[in-house]
């Protein structure tokens, strides 16, 4: 029976296995270390179904997440929603920022339109620390919102 063991080895292995493991953790989960966002805000009236961690989509493609959603602190009843995005994403002074539904089940997302090419970046035009989007109607909000005037319109049509 072997009285003597070997320490170093058995150490050096457990470190070695444990950096290992680490590594493939981080590679796995696509960790960027050195991706680097703007953040802007939003004021909405209203924010069904819109939480933390909910996707933000630049013309349809995702770049980035909402990172706060609370009351404005003007208290004039809006709700202010912080945005993170790529920092190459090239939000503009005509960008409009609108709450979307993603298909059937109603998750929410927040989408930037594009704006016209020849308008300046919102980051370079604004003195705020944090530029604010401003916000804009989606399809749905801007059907559940004029529904009855329109249900009143075709009632007295017929």
């Known amino acids: 029976m072997e009285t003597r063991a070997n320490y170093v080895l058995i150490g050096l292995f457990t470190i070695v296995g444990f950096i290992g493991m680490l590594a493939f953790a981080l ?15 939003v004021k909405f009236t209203a924010v069904s179904g819109l939480t933390r961690a909910s996707d933000v989509r630049f013309a349809g493609l995702p770049v980035g997440q909402v990172v706060d959603v609370g009351l404005s602190p003007d208290n004039d009843g809006t ?11 090239p939000v503009r002074t005509g960008s409009v920022a609108t709450i979307e539904s993603q298909g059937v089940t109603g998750v929410s997302y927040v989408g930037i339109s594009p704006g016209e090419p020849t308008e300046p ?33 075709v009632l007295d049509v017929f």
């Open 27 to 41: 590679w796995f989960g696509r960790i960027e270390l050195e991706r680097q966002f703007a953040y802007y805000d």
């Open 79 to 89: 709700i202010l929603v912080r945005l993170e995005v790529a920092q190459n994403t």
């Open 121 to 153: 970046f919102l980051r370079d035009t604004s003195d705020a620390e944090i530029p604010l989007i401003e916000a804009g109607r989606s399809m749905l909000q801007s059907l559940s919102e004029d529904a009855p005037a329109l249900v009143t319109e």
